[in-house]
C-alpha cells in the first residue's frame, strides 16, 4: 500500500501525484496542514526530520524529497522513465538537481510569498526564476522534451512550478518553447491538473 504525505497546494508532493497517476498506481493521500504546522508535529519530524512534505510509505520503506520519490518510484515500478543506461540516468539526474536548485530556490520561493506571505527575497527569487525560464526554453528549443528524447522523470520533476509560474507572478508569455513544452505534458496519458495548473488536453 503506497501512502503519500500529502498537500493538494504543494507543487512538490503534485510531481509525485502526477507521476503516480502515469503509472496508473493508487494511493492513500494523508493531509499535512504544513501552513497550519502540522509538519512540525513529533510522529511527522520522526518521518522525515527536514519537516517537509512529499514523503511517501511504501510498505515498510518510507522515501522523502519529490526528486527521490520519483527516481524510487520509476526505478520501483517504470525503470525506462530514470533512464535506461548510465548515460541516461546522468542526463536525467542533471535535471532532478535543476528542479531541486534552480527552480525550487526561485519559482517555488516566488509562488509562497505571493500565495502564503512567506518571507522571501522576492526580487532574487524573481530573477533567478526568470534565469531558470530562460535556461529552460533554449534547450526545450532544442528538444521536445528534457531527457533522452522522451518524457521521463526530469519532466515530471522541473514540471509543476513552471507550470505554476504566473503565480509567483512570473508569466510565460515570452518563453514559447516552455509553452509548447507544458502543452506537451498535458498530453501524457494520466496526467492530472492541480489548482493553477492547465486541465488535461481536449477536456476545456
Ligand atoms: N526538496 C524538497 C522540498 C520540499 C518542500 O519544499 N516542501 C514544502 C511544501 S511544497 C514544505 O514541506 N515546506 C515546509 C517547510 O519547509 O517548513 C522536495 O523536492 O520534496
Not at 518510484?73 to 542526463?91: C, K, Q, V
Not at 512570473?170 to 518553447?177: I, M, V
Request: glycine share 8%; proline share 7%; hydrophobic share 45%.
Amino acid at each position: 500500500m503506497l501512502t503519500l504525505y500529502d498537500h493538494p497546494l504543494s507543487g512538490n508532493c503534485h510531481k509525485v501525484r502526477l507521476f503516480l497517476s502515469i503509472l496508473g498506481l493508487s494511493y492513500k493521500s494523508v493531509f499535512i496542514d504544513v501552513p497550519a504546522g502540522a509538519n512540525h508535529e513529533s510522529a511527522f519530524v520522526a518521518m522525515n526530520p527536514l519537516r517537509q512534505i512529499p514523503v511517501l510509505s511504501d510498505g515498510d520503506y518510507t522515501v522523502q524529497d519529490s526528486q527521490a520519490i520519483l527516481v524510487y518510484l520509476a526505478r520501483r515500478y517504470l525503470p525506462e522513465w530514470a533512464g535506461s543506461d548510465a548515460f541516461e540516468s546522468g542526463t536525467i539526474m542533471q535535471w532532478l538537481s535543476f528542479a531541486a536548485n534552480e527552480i525550487g530556490n526561485s519559482l517555488q520561493p516566488a509562488r509562497v510569498f505571493y500565495l502564503l506571505g512567506e518571507e522571501v527575497d522576492i526580487e532574487l527569487a524573481q530573477r533567478k526564476g526568470l534565469r531558470a525560464l530562460s535556461l529552460l526554453d533554449a534547450h526545450l528549443g532544442r528538444q521536445q522534451w528534457l531527457a533522452c528524447g522522451r518524457p521521463t522523470i526530469a519532466d515530471i520533476a522541473c514540471f509543476p512550478y513552471v507550470a505554476l509560474s504566473r503565480e509567483g507572478h512570473l508569466p510565460l508569455d515570452e518563453f514559447g518553447n516552455v509553452l509548447t513544452w507544458i502543452a506537451s505534458i498535458t498530453r501524457l496519458p494520466g496526467y492530472i491538473d492541480m489548482p493553477g495548473l492547465p486541465p488535461p488536453a481536449g477536456t476545456t
